[in-house]
């Protein structure tokens, strides 16, 4: 299936590893220029590097903070005209909510609800004008299976969710959709780091909770990034101008409800 979208732009935060590092893949693969914005300098061109020498477009590479004006003005700098916005944020490590302080919490709503509404704010206008664009929330199934050790993720990632799907009912006539991808587990090194954390107040070893998270999924396995990326890809293009607004779970049939 042609995608439609060779020769778009594409600006992507938090896409240096891990699941974001996939839906640059994926997107550059159909053709779409990618600029792509983590903090991390040395794994951000690692990854430019890579996805230049496995495509042929326009790679370009900004190391900012999306939480910080700055950072949010170079990634526009640097592609001022996207077609195509992803917003990716780690979550915090899990916790207990009675150690969490007002700090916080100002850092996760920052971190995962704030910055990518302010980055809808600046782009969508934009994409409107032009008759196109696709913006992608990578949040977390937790927004339907809260889970107490992520509290600061549940709340800060419910916020995002509600307000995409209020702003997606207004811009969808002109072409431009919002959706929210929801991951269970994926093989990832944001589950490696959440499970270390999980190791640290359990008497179980890293590879036993490993494998318990693993075989706990009705699929018996971790998702793969690539397999998320090529989801990304599917919901940026031309023919998913009809999905909009949706909260969509890729967890291996993970979630128990049948809605």
Same mark, same amino acid.
């Given at each position: 299936m042609d995608l439609g979208i060779r @020769?778009? /732009? +594409?600006?992507l935060f938090g896409a240096s590893r891990g699941l974001g590092r996939a839906c640059a893949f994926a997107l550059a693969q159909e053709? *779409? =220029?990618?600029?792509?914005? +983590?903090?991390?300098? %040395?794994?951000? /061109?690692?990854?430019g590097a890579e996805i230049a020498a496995a495509s042929a477009v326009s790679v370009k590479t900004v190391a900012?903070? $999306?939480?910080?004006? /700055?950072?949010?003005?170079? !990634?526009?700098?640097?592609?001022?005209? #996207?077609? $195509?916005?992803?917003n990716n944020a780690d979550g915090p490590l899990p916790g207990d909510y009675r150690d969490w302080s007002r700090d916080d919490w100002i850092a996760a709503l920052d971190a995962m609800m704030l910055a990518p509404i302010e980055m809808m704010r600046l782009? *969508? &206008?934009?994409?409107?004008?032009?008759?196109? @664009?696709?913006i992608i929330n990578i949040v977390s199934r937790s927004v339907k299976i809260p889970q !107490? &050790?992520?509290?600061?993720? =549940?709340?800060a990632r419910s916020g995002l969710v509600g307000f995409a799907g209020?702003?997606?009912?207004?811009? *969808? +006539?002109?072409?431009?959709?919002?959706?929210? $991808?929801? #991951?269970? $587990?994926f %093989?990832?090194?944001?589950?490696?780091?959440?499970?270390?954390?999980l190791v640290e107040t359990s008497s179980r070893s890293f590879d036993e909770l490993w494998r318990e998270r693993a075989a706990? =999924?009705?699929?018996?396995?971790? @998702?793969? #990034?690539? &397999?998320?990326?090529?989801?990304?890809?599917?919901?940026?293009?031309?023919?998913?101008?009809? *999905?909009?607004?949706? =909260?969509?779970?890729?967890?291996?049939?993970?979630y128990p409800g049948t809605y």
């Amino acid at each position: 299936m042609d995608l439609g979208i060779r @020769g778009r /732009e +594409a600006l992507l935060f938090g896409a240096s590893r891990g699941l974001g590092r996939a839906c640059a893949f994926a997107l550059a693969q159909e053709g *779409v =220029n990618v600029t792509i914005v +983590a903090r991390g300098r %040395d794994a951000l /061109e690692k990854t430019g590097a890579e996805i230049a020498a496995a495509s042929a477009v326009s790679v370009k590479t900004v190391a900012g903070d $999306i939480t910080t004006k /700055e950072g949010r003005a170079a !990634a526009l700098a640097a592609c001022p005209r #996207p077609d $195509i916005l992803l917003n990716n944020a780690d979550g915090p490590l899990p916790g207990d909510y009675r150690d969490w302080s007002r700090d916080d919490w100002i850092a996760a709503l920052d971190a995962m609800m704030l910055a990518p509404i302010e980055m809808m704010r600046l782009t *969508v &206008e934009g994409m409107m004008d032009r008759g196109f @664009g696709r913006i992608i929330n990578i949040v977390s199934r937790s927004v339907k299976i809260p889970q !107490a &050790e992520l509290g600061l993720s =549940n709340g800060a990632r419910s916020g995002l969710v509600g307000f995409a799907g209020g702003l997606a009912r207004q811009t *969808v +006539a002109r072409n431009v959709t919002i959706n929210n $991808i929801l #991951p269970g $587990i994926f %093989d990832s090194g944001a589950q490696h780091r959440h499970v270390r954390a999980l190791v640290e107040t359990s008497s179980r070893s890293f590879d036993e909770l490993w494998r318990e998270r693993a075989a706990g =999924n009705p699929a018996g396995r971790f @998702g793969r #990034p690539a &397999e998320l990326g090529a989801y990304c890809a599917f919901l940026c293009s031309q023919q998913a101008g009809y *999905v909009t607004g949706q =909260n969509l779970l890729i967890d291996g049939g993970s979630y128990p409800g049948t809605y």
